[in-house]
Every structure is written in structure tokens, then in C-alpha cells.
């Protein structure tokens, strides 16, 4: 048959540099990945056959073979599952049909530190070109179940790749490897000794469920045993890291792990991992979520979303049920009684776990907030059964230091007179430390929470209360100090000012009046109680929803020398035009004090310059 030769996509043409030039200290883990895959293949082609009773396929004997030669300097992973069409060859493996190699790329020349180099590789789900590190050359080899041609891949990892059709390929998928030369040196072993192949296959692949075969022999390398269906007391934690990575393709061990067994009407295990970082994904909109689904040992999903809510997105792992349908669809899945049962069990367990951690493992917990905080407050929104749990596990940025705090320690630190739980969301500390509306808080030792996540914006608007204190923000409504309220003859000084400041400025606001939360500012502008925030606005905005605007209300200070002196202006001459102008440049002060937009940039610096030219 005629060979095609072709280019690597760009982005693999780099990744393939990276793996050829060594970023790995542990190379051992090629065979890991490539054991992963063959194990994967053979999970589908059971279910395919499952499903489809006229598919033709030999599933008599799904296994792993693994053949060395010491005299070729070869090694050769086979198995005779689903195997690949001549477009699956190209999309896989020509190119890496992966949204997020760009990012992962940019990262790598970004690090200096190679350790995190190695680290960064596995998030991104690459690990068939781990291969090149070992190899100088590899050859693929597969043909599709119920199809009869089969295809032929080869590169040197050098930019190109050649494929071709061929007709006596066996089903399944055969990768040969032509190894490199043992260099100690560079922690390249010889991966033609049988010893080694033995010791590879037991440290990172004991739990696969199907025998990895080596050469002739029938005995299996491998256990085979179901890490989830074993004792706790019979598994070590190396296994379960290891068992981590192969179903989260993640090179770092997890920071906890769940076993769990449900007895009685609906029987299943499940063996779920709280990673140590956050995939690069994590936000995408695209990002794949859900742990893997077994029915009797039996793989039938990766990604099952309908056992995990979207908050917890970052848990990975297996659940192993025993009473379902081998054919189970995904739409099915999200209306059965029984998934929904164990999902809410497995919710349950996860932030019980999250709770112990944070009791009883400060340093964990805090790593595990650093890298899913922003996840988990999405529950605030979504999941209402669990709300409390949920805000028991928040730890939030507040003006009492740098560390984070949880809400049961503010109110423990709250005042005697203090009713509310203050916060204030933003978009950077800085601007929420550096709002006016601190003022009175700070000056009279109020702690206040520093809210500056997008969900921030959200959840706050769902979540009243906390240990039967209101959640109060410090931008919005009147706020009670303890201060006695402005005197009558205060109010009535400056009722005309007010009147005629809501009159010019009534396109921008829709009140103007005293403040009791300002010390040292002139100004600040404040929403209604129930009024959505300029954060939260601009994000709905950002997302293509028109929103009608929302006029706030303008405070002034009244002890300020600038609200004095123009109230005596307007008392002076109240039709003074230049009293129109200082109205629109209080407003403007106000706005820009919280990190707001001006309508009118341009005007807004003109009336600056004017003024400080007048005063010169």
C-alpha cells in the first residue's frame, strides 16, 4: 500500500520537542500511559459489544500483551480492543485535538522551574507522546472493531508522520517502540529487560482490570483487583495515588481520598480523589467534568456528570454501581432516581471530608481553598440543601489581616454591638481597602469581609444570613454605626444643597444625601438595598444581557471643607452656573473613588483642568 507522508499540527510539532528533549525525571510513566489507553480501548470495545449485539468482535480474550525484543531494541504494547479508523489516527494522534495545548505550551516557556515543567504535562492529558522520550522512532499499528482494513502510523517525532492503509492488521491497537540506548546518565533505562517491564507494570499498573500479558505467558503481571471493591486496610496509599492518576491523568498525587461502600436497596462503591491543583480547565466552558461509571466492574462512562454537581467538578474518580442498566444512557442517567440518590450521597461526603480537613488539617484545607475556593462558592448559588455546609467551608479575605477567615471566626471577632456581617465586593482588594465606604468601619474597628471573586457578586445576593446574623453590605442601603443620626438642624442646613444636587445630577442619580459611613472622603455613591452592584451589572453585560440602568445614591460628608464650602457657594449664589459644573465633579470624584466609569472621560478632565487652572 502507498504511504502518505503528513505534518504535525504546529502545536504538536512543539509538544513533541519538549517530550524528545527530556522534561521528564521519572521517564518509566511512557508505559503507564500507553497501558492506560490499551486499558481504555478494551473498556469501550466491552461496552460497544454490550451494546451492540452485531458488532463484529472478538471479545473472547481482551488483554494487554507486552512483547520485548533485547536484540531489536524494541517494545511493543498491543491490545485487541476498539482500535482506530484512519480519521481517529489522525485526529488523535497527528494532532492534539486539545483546546487547552496552547495554554499548556505558553505555560512551559513561561516556567523556569523544571519541576513544575514535569508537572504541567500530565494536566494537559498528552501522555501517548511520552513515548519519544524512550523511543527514537514509534510504530502504530490498529484496525477498528467490525471494520477490515486497518491503518499503519510512523514517526520519528521530528515534525511529520507517515500513515498508510493495511489489510492484515489485527483489531485492536499495537504500539512498538524502537528504544533508545540505555543512558543512566539521563535516567533512560534499558525498557527491553523483562525485569523492568515487571517492576513498571506493578508499581503504576496493579489495578488495571484487564491481564497485562508479557511475551508468551499467560500469567498476568497484574493483580487485577478493583481498587474500589478492596478493604481500605488492604490498599496503601501509593496504590490509590497511582490509581489517582491513571483516572485523572494527573502526574501529582491527590491531596485526599474517599472510599466509600453503600449497602442495601441500591448497592455501589465509589473511590473519589480531591486533587492537589486545579486543572488548566477549570473554568472552561468546555472543561470535561464527572468521575468515570462502572456497572459490576464493567466501565460504561468517562465524565459522568450526572453523579457530581457542577461545583464539584474538580472531584475525580469511580463509582461502581450495581444495579444498573449496562446501556445507560447519559440523558437517562440525569432522571434516575437511583443516580440521583448517590449523587447526593457522594455531595454529602465530599463536603464532609472538605469540613474534617479544614477541622483538622489547616495547611491541606488551605491549599485545597487556594486551588477550588472559587469552584466551591459556586454551590452557594446551585445547591441549596447544602448551603450551610457549603458556608462553614468558606474562607474569605477580610480587613482583620492578610490571612483568610471563615464566617463562624468574624463572628467570633464581631462587637458587642455589632448586629450584620459587613462586607464589600470589588474587583481587587486594593480598590475594596481604598473605598471610601471603609471609612467609618475601619475608624471604628469593624471588621469587614473583602469580597473580589465574579461568584462574589452572586452568591451574596442569595445568601441573607449566617448564624442568624445579616449578611450586610457596607455599599448598599443605610448603614447603622451606633452614631446618632445627623441633627435636625444639620439636615435642615443642607436641605436645599441636597434638593438642588438631585435635580442637576438626576440623570446619574436618583437621591443625594448625608452620610454617616464617610470620615475623610467628600463623597461615595451607594446603592439601594436591593439594588444590583456595578460589578455585577458590568458582568451581565459582559455576557450580552442588556440590564436597564441603575441610578444610586449620592452621600455626602458633611463635616468635608469641599460639602461646606459649596453648600455656602450655593447659599451665596444658587444660580451661579459654576455651582453646576462642582456638582458634576463631586459625582465624578465619587464614581472614580470606587472604581467606577465616567460617561464622559473627556468632559470630566476638561472641568479638571479648568479648575486647576482657575487656581493658579
Same mark, same amino acid.
Given at each position: 500500500?502507498?504511504?502518505?507522508?503528513?505534518?504535525?499540527?504546529?502545536?504538536?510539532?512543539?509538544?513533541?520537542?519538549?517530550?524528545?528533549?527530556?522534561?521528564?525525571?521519572?521517564?518509566?510513566?511512557?508505559?503507564?500511559?500507553?497501558?492506560?489507553?490499551?486499558?481504555?480501548?478494551?473498556?469501550?470495545?466491552?461496552?460497544?459489544?454490550?451494546?451492540?449485539?452485531?458488532?463484529?468482535?472478538?471479545?473472547?480474550?481482551?488483554?494487554?500483551?507486552?512483547?520485548?525484543?533485547?536484540?531489536?531494541?524494541?517494545?511493543?504494547?498491543?491490545?485487541?480492543?476498539?482500535?482506530?479508523?484512519?480519521?481517529?489516527?489522525?485526529?488523535?494522534?497527528?494532532?492534539?485535538?486539545?483546546?487547552?495545548?496552547?495554554?499548556?505550551?505558553?505555560?512551559?516557556?513561561?516556567? %523556569?522551574?523544571?519541576?513544575?515543567?514535569?508537572?504541567?504535562?500530565?494536566?494537559?492529558?498528552?501522555?501517548?507522546?511520552?513515548?519519544?522520550?524512550?523511543?527514537? %522512532?514509534?510504530?502504530?499499528?490498529?484496525?477498528?472493531?467490525?471494520?477490515?482494513?486497518?491503518?499503519?502510523?510512523?514517526?520519528?517525532?521530528?515534525?511529520?508522520?507517515?500513515?498508510?492503509?493495511?489489510?492484515?492488521?489485527?483489531?485492536?491497537?499495537?504500539?512498538?517502540?524502537?528504544?533508545?540506548?540505555?543512558?543512566?546518565?539521563?535516567?533512560?533505562?534499558?525498557?527491553?529487560?523483562?525485569?523492568?517491564?515487571?517492576?513498571?507494570?506493578?508499581?503504576?499498573?496493579?489495578?488495571?482490570?484487564?491481564?497485562?500479558?508479557?511475551?508468551?505467558?499467560?500469567?498476568?503481571?497484574?493483580?487485577?483487583?478493583?481498587?474500589?471493591?478492596?478493604?481500605?486496610?488492604?490498599?496503601?496509599?501509593?496504590?490509590?495515588?497511582?490509581?489517582?492518576?491513571?483516572?485523572?491523568?494527573?502526574?501529582?498525587?491527590?491531596?485526599?481520598?474517599?472510599?466509600?461502600?453503600?449497602?442495601?436497596?441500591?448497592?455501589?462503591?465509589?473511590?473519589?480523589?480531591?486533587?492537589?491543583?486545579?486543572?488548566?480547565?477549570?473554568?472552561?466552558?468546555?472543561?470535561?467534568?464527572?468521575?468515570?461509571?462502572?456497572?459490576?466492574?464493567?466501565?460504561?462512562?468517562?465524565?459522568?456528570?450526572?453523579?457530581?454537581?457542577?461545583?464539584?467538578?474538580?472531584?475525580?474518580?469511580?463509582?461502581?454501581?450495581?444495579?444498573?442498566?449496562?446501556?445507560?444512557?447519559?440523558?437517562?442517567?440525569?432522571?434516575?432516581?437511583?443516580?440521583?440518590?448517590?449523587?447526593?450521597?457522594?455531595?454529602? %461526603?465530599?463536603?464532609?471530608?472538605?469540613?474534617?480537613?479544614?477541622?483538622?488539617?489547616?495547611?491541606?484545607?488551605?491549599?485545597?481553598?487556594?486551588?477550588?475556593?472559587?469552584?466551591?462558592?459556586?454551590?452557594?448559588?446551585?445547591?441549596?440543601?447544602?448551603?450551610?455546609?457549603?458556608?462553614?467551608?468558606?474562607?474569605?479575605?477580610?480587613?482583620?489581616?492578610?490571612?483568610?477567615?471563615?464566617?463562624?471566626?468574624?463572628?467570633?471577632?464581631?462587637?458587642?454591638?455589632?448586629?450584620?456581617?459587613?462586607?464589600?465586593?470589588?474587583?481587587?482588594?486594593?480598590?475594596?481597602?481604598?473605598?471610601?465606604?471603609?471609612?467609618?468601619?475601619?475608624?471604628?474597628?469593624?471588621?469587614?469581609?473583602?469580597?473580589?471573586?465574579?461568584?462574589?457578586?452572586?452568591?451574596?445576593?442569595?445568601?441573607?444570613?449566617?448564624?442568624?446574623?445579616?449578611?450586610?453590605?457596607?455599599?448598599?442601603?443605610?448603614?447603622?454605626?451606633?452614631?446618632?443620626?445627623?441633627?435636625?438642624?444639620?439636615?435642615?442646613?443642607?436641605?436645599?444643597?441636597? %434638593?438642588?444636587?438631585?435635580?442637576?445630577?438626576?440623570?446619574?442619580?436618583?437621591?443625594?444625601?448625608?452620610?454617616?459611613?464617610?470620615?475623610?472622603?467628600?463623597?461615595?455613591?451607594?446603592?439601594?438595598?436591593?439594588?444590583?452592584?456595578?460589578?455585577?451589572?458590568?458582568?451581565?453585560?459582559?455576557?450580552?444581557?442588556?440590564?436597564?440602568?441603575?441610578?444610586?445614591?449620592?452621600?455626602?460628608?458633611?463635616?468635608?471643607?469641599?460639602?461646606?464650602?459649596?453648600?455656602?457657594?450655593?447659599?451665596?449664589?444658587?444660580?451661579?452656573?459654576?455651582?453646576?459644573?462642582?456638582?458634576?465633579?463631586?459625582?465624578?470624584?465619587?464614581?472614580?473613588?470606587?472604581?467606577?466609569?465616567?460617561?464622559?472621560?473627556?468632559?470630566?478632565?476638561?472641568?479638571?483642568?479648568?479648575?486647576?487652572?482657575?487656581?493658579?
Amino acid at each position: 500500500m502507498s504511504s502518505e507522508t503528513l505534518e504535525f499540527q504546529a502545536e504538536t510539532r512543539q509538544l513533541l520537542q519538549l517530550m524528545v528533549h527530556s522534561i521528564y525525571s521519572n521517564k518509566d510513566i511512557f508505559l503507564r500511559e500507553l497501558i492506560s489507553n490499551a486499558s481504555d480501548a478494551l473498556d469501550k470495545l466491552r461496552l460497544e459489544s454490550l451494546i451492540d449485539k452485531d458488532l463484529e468482535a472478538d471479545t473472547s480474550d481482551l488483554h494487554i500483551s507486552l512483547e520485548v525484543s533485547a536484540e531489536d531494541r524494541t517494545l511493543t504494547v498491543r491490545d485487541n480492543g476498539i482500535g482506530m479508523s484512519r480519521d481517529d489516527v489522525v485526529q488523535l494522534i497527528g494532532t492534539i485535538a486539545k483546546s487547552g495545548t496552547a495554554e499548556m505550551l505558553r505555560k512551559m516557556r513561561e516556567s %523556569k522551574d523544571a519541576a513544575a515543567k514535569q508537572e504541567l504535562i500530565g494536566q494537559f492529558g498528552v501522555g501517548f507522546y511520552s513515548t519519544f522520550m524512550v523511543a527514537d %522512532k514509534v510504530t502504530l499499528v490498529t484496525r477498528r472493531a467490525g471494520e477490515t482494513g486497518g491503518t499503519r502510523w510512523e514517526s520519528a517525532g521530528e515534525g511529520t508522520y507517515e500513515i498508510e492503509a493495511v489489510d492484515d492488521a489485527p483489531q485492536g491497537t499495537s504500539v512498538t517502540l524502537h528504544l533508545k540506548p540505555e543512558d543512566p546518565d539521563d535516567q533512560l533505562h534499558d525498557y527491553a529487560a523483562d525485569w523492568k517491564i515487571r517492576e513498571i507494570v506493578k508499581r503504576y499498573s496493579d489495578f488495571i482490570a484487564w491481564p497485562i500479558r508479557l511475551g508468551d505467558s499467560d500469567t498476568p503481571l497484574n493483580s487485577m483487583k478493583a481498587l474500589w471493591a478492596r478493604p481500605r486496610s488492604e490498599v496503601s496509599d501509593e496504590e490509590y495515588h497511582e490509581f489517582y492518576k491513571h483516572v485523572s491523568h494527573d502526574w501529582t498525587d491527590p491531596l485526599e481520598t474517599i472510599h466509600m461502600k453503600a449497602e442495601g436497596a441500591f448497592e455501589y462503591e465509589a473511590l473519589l480523589f480531591i486533587p492537589s491543583r486545579a486543572p488548566f480547565d477549570l473554568f472552561s466552558r468546555d472543561g470535561k467534568r464527572g468521575v468515570q461509571l462502572y456497572v459490576k466492574r464493567v466501565f460504561i462512562m468517562d465524565d459522568c456528570e450526572a453523579l457530581t454537581p457542577q461545583y464539584l467538578r474538580f472531584v475525580k474518580g469511580v463509582v461502581d454501581a450495581h444495579d444498573l442498566s449496562l446501556n445507560i444512557s447519559r440523558e437517562i442517567l440525569q432522571q434516575d432516581r437511583q443516580i440521583q440518590v448517590v449523587r447526593r450521597r457522594l455531595v454529602k %461526603k465530599v463536603l464532609s471530608t472538605l469540613s474534617e480537613l479544614r477541622e483538622n488539617a489547616a495547611e491541606k484545607y488551605g491549599t485545597f481553598w487556594k486551588e477550588f475556593g472559587r469552584a466551591l462558592k459556586e454551590g452557594l448559588i446551585d445547591d441549596a440543601d447544602n448551603r450551610d455546609a457549603l458556608l462553614d467551608l468558606l474562607l474569605l479575605p477580610s480587613t482583620a489581616g492578610s490571612e483568610l477567615t471563615s464566617l463562624r471566626d468574624y463572628v467570633s471577632r464581631m462587637k458587642e454591638d455589632q448586629k450584620d456581617i459587613y462586607y464589600m465586593t470589588g474587583e481587587s482588594r486594593a480598590m475594596v481597602e481604598h473605598s471610601p465606604h471603609m471609612e467609618a468601619f475601619l475608624a471604628k474597628g469593624y471588621e469587614v469581609l473583602i469580597l473580589t471573586d465574579p461568584v462574589d457578586e452572586v452568591w451574596v445576593e442569595r445568601i441573607t444570613e449566617f448564624d442568624g446574623k445579616p449578611l450586610q453590605s457596607i455599599a448598599k442601603g443605610q448603614v447603622d454605626l451606633g452614631a446618632t443620626e445627623t441633627p435636625a438642624e444639620q439636615q435642615e442646613e443642607f436641605a436645599p444643597l441636597l %434638593k438642588y444636587l438631585g435635580e442637576k445630577l438626576q440623570e446619574d442619580v436618583k437621591d443625594v444625601r448625608l452620610s454617616s459611613r464617610l470620615t475623610t472622603s467628600a463623597a461615595c455613591i451607594v446603592g439601594d438595598e436591593h439594588d444590583i452592584t456595578p460589578t455585577l451589572e458590568k458582568m451581565y453585560r459582559a455576557m450580552g444581557q442588556e440590564l436597564p440602568r441603575t441610578k444610586r445614591i449620592l452621600e455626602l460628608n458633611p463635616t468635608h471643607p469641599l460639602v461646606t464650602g459649596l453648600r455656602s457657594a450655593f447659599s451665596a449664589a444658587p444660580d451661579d452656573e459654576g455651582l453646576v459644573e462642582t456638582a458634576e465633579l463631586l459625582y465624578g470624584v465619587a464614581l472614580l473613588a470606587e472604581g467606577g466609569e465616567l460617561a464622559d472621560p473627556a468632559r470630566f478632565t476638561r472641568l479638571v483642568a479648568d479648575r486647576l487652572a482657575r487656581s493658579l
